[in-house]
């Protein structure tokens, strides 16, 4: 894959839908698109649970919060609005991720969210995706 200008595209891969990130040697990072409503709904009441019991000072969730599972976007992209760019475990081998194939690109919101997810998580995240997005702007 070449990683110019594929920041944001929506692909499809071994039957599932991710964001493309970035590829890094033989790494290419992805964000898997919940599009399961049930499952969004989960995940982000979790997070706002989680939010809400780490503002009261509870430590537990407080580290909690530092986990990639609650780092994601709500989309508004056509096809993909609801659904969840989850970045929790982002790196796959490049060379299995070589077929794929293009569904559509996130809307300027979404890529905008992204990529303020990814910058305000960098603790979280893998240091090659939150550099690669700090050089975007």
Known sequence: MDGLNLFGTIIEWKGSKYVYLIEVGQITYLAKIIE??????????????????SLQGDLNSQSRLNSPLYCFVILSTVD???????????GYDSTS???YSNLNKLNEEDLEGLKEEI????????????DYVKSLN
């Not at 409503?37 to 809400?52: D, G, H, Q, T």
């Not at 993909?80 to 982002?90: I, M, P, S, T, V």
Request: aromatic content about 4%.
């Open 80 to 90: 993909f609005e609801g659904a969840l760019a989850l970045l929790h475990k982002l």
């Open 36 to 53: 399961d409503k049930e499952m969004a709904k989960k995940l982000i009441m979790r997070r706002e649970f989680v939010e809400r019991t």
């Open 119 to 130: 910058k305000e998580n960098e603790n979280s995240l893998p240091p090659e995706v939150v």
């Open 97 to 99: 991720a070589a077929d």
